[in-house]
RNA sequence: GGCGACGUAGCCAAGUGGUAAGGCAGAGGUCUGCAAAACCUUCAUCGUGGGUUCGAUUCCCACCGUCGCCUCCA
């Protein structure tokens, strides 16, 4: 099985091919640390998250590196404001981003490098941009001279005569000196009073797009595998990227690009600019689980398609989370038998479904398809389960498949944290009180019991086994 | 203005040149002391208009609608 994956550069489905066998190098760009990042940052980390996990089934080794972007104007500007050093001001924010990683169950990466860990690394790749004649200096800055690179534009599908400076009414057309408008700071000089690092170049502190070229071919070499980011990042982000690494290398910087689209509320694009954005708490104090959360972001929709944000997908996450733990809560309570007389049945949904999944995920992380295979076959399983028992070779086999989905959707953990520990002692005696209420066929007392429990977030089950309980 | 994406049932959504997965919600039923869970039944001709084709939701054109990017936004 190989897997294909959407090229953004090429715009056609790419199979993935590491360069280096059985290695495959992933760069992912991370969080800028000025503020707490939304869900719409998190569709796309879930997507690269659920690309990763996709990645460390297929591969024998994987490495990841997500860079954290800890200097930027904003950073800059606050870190001023508040009268804290650089590092101060992101501290708050890059822990609050690794709480919100851990409470949506975001496999970490092996690397997070910080931009202003690596101020020696982009200070010597700008020096080789301008040895290589692609970089200028005016008025201390350092600028990438795109007219020095014939492939600018290749990424973005951007021709030069296109690029309106201004149009998108975000940033300030001409607020530099710069030979051509699309050229970009690759330096920016700096007061003696602003925050800066002194360097060869001067005084100064390093344009945005730099910190990723210097910090991937650092940590995964000068031609990497796979590189990715939300669609926004495509122009000028990636497309800078690509000019200032090649310009200096002289080699293919990536060789696959995927981008996701964005998460949306109320038909626009989440974003801080447009004051239309939740944060990870705050979804979560209004009721939502961190498990439904993953599910809709993940799941409920194809990474390059956008997803819109509200109450009715996050309730049908939420309904399709319950119905994957409750299944596997029957697969672990099965009482095996020896005779099996489902196995048949048993042991073809199961592969109906793991091929389903497995194509449909190898298909450019198809997941919502591949949850549409594990779902038909979840009801061909219940159906034979409710007629005839397994074998505990089946019973193994439904476990794999249940460990081989959640390997890549991730809920079952968030699923186990949520539900919380044991019950109380008081809530065990509550249980076992229903229990003799049932065998005494009290069925009034029976139902007040579990109206009780209901309220402490409890449901009570009855199954042919007993009772089952579960935070819900 | 340039470039690009999307438009499938009440909602979310996958998909294919030969009459449409899956999830949620709804209706009816089986099971259950009652529930819950599970299962069964039921619920769409795929934005509009043309064209190509034996046949299009799937290919082409036009239109309408929504959205994104156009120098520091994931």
């Not at 800890?70 to 590092?87: Q, T, Y």
């Not at 005569?161 to 700096?190: C, H, I, N, Q, T």
């Not at 992380?365 to 389960?385: H, K, Q, T, W």
Request: net charge negative; hydrophobic share 40%; proline share 3%.
């Amino acid at each position: 099985m190989t897997l294909r994956l959407h090229d953004t550069l090429t715009r056609s489905l790419v199979e993935v091919e590491p360069l280096e066998a059985g290695h495959l190098r992933l760069y992912t760009c991370g969080p800028t640390v000025w503020n707490r990042v939304h869900i719409g940052n998190f569709r796309t980390f879930i997507f690269e998250d659920v690309l990763r996990r996709w990645l460390d089934h297929h591969f024998e080794k994987v490495t990841h590196v997500m860079n954290l972007t800890d200097v930027d104007d904003r950073i800059l500007r606050n870190a001023k404001e508040h009268g804290v050093s650089l590092e101060e001001e992101t501290a708050q924010w890059i822990a609050a981003f690794f709480e919100d990683r851990d409470t949506l169950g975001l496999r970490p990466a092996h690397h997070y490098p910080r931009a202003t860990e690596y101020i020696g690394p982009m200070v010597e790749l700008i020096e080789r941009l301008q040895d290589a004649g692609a970089a200028y200096d005016s008025d201390g800055s350092v600028y990438f001279r795109i007219s020095a690179f014939p492939g600018y534009g290749r990424l973005s599908g951007f021709s030069a005569s296109s690029l309106v400076a201004g149009a998108s009414g975000r940033v300030d057309a001409d607020s530099y000196d710069k030979e051509d408008a699309r050229d970009f700071a690759l330096w920016k000089a700096v007061g003696p009073d602003d925050i800066g690092w002194d360097t060869k170049l001067g005084r100064g502190h390093p344009g945005w797009h730099i910190e990723c070229s210097a910090m991937s071919m650092t940590l995964l070499g000068e031609s990497l595998d796979i590189h990715c980011g939300g669609v926004d990042n495509i122009f000028p982000h990636h497309e800078n990227e690509i000019a200032q690494s090649e310009a200096a290398t002289r080699q293919p910087f990536v060789r696959v690009w995927c981008h996701s689209e964005h998460l949306r509320i109320l038909g626009e694009k989440m974003a801080k600019s447009l004051n239309n954005f939740m944060t990870v708490p705050e979804v979560m104090a209004g009721g939502a689980r961190p498990s439904a959360v993953r599910y809709m972001l993940a799941a409920s929709t194809h990474y390059r398609k956008p997803l819109n944000y509200s109450d009715e997908p996050l309730a049908a996450a939420t309904e399709a989370v319950d119905r994957l733990a409750a299944f596997r809560d029957r697969v672990n309570e099965l009482r095996a038998a020896d005779g099996g007389g489902a196995d048949e049945d048993v042991l073809t949904a199961i592969r109906h479904a793991r091929n389903g999944f497995d194509e449909a995920m190898d298909d450019d992380l198809n997941l919502p398809e591949a949850m549409g295979a594990v779902f038909a076959s979840l009801r061909d399983i219940n159906r034979a389960l409710d007629a005839n028992a397994v074998s505990a070779e089946a019973q193994r086999a439904l476990r794999a498949l249940l460990d081989e989905v959640d390997d890549v959707l991730g809920v079952f953990p968030l699923v186990d944290r949520e539900r919380g520990g044991d019950l109380s002692e008081e809530e065990r005696g509550l249980l076992g009180a229903r229990q003799e209420a049932r065998n005494a066929k009290d069925w009034a007392q029976a139902d007040s019991i579990r109206e009780q429990l209901a309220r402490r977030g409890i449901a009570v089950e009855d199954t042919a086994e007993g009772q089952r309980w579960r935070r819900a």
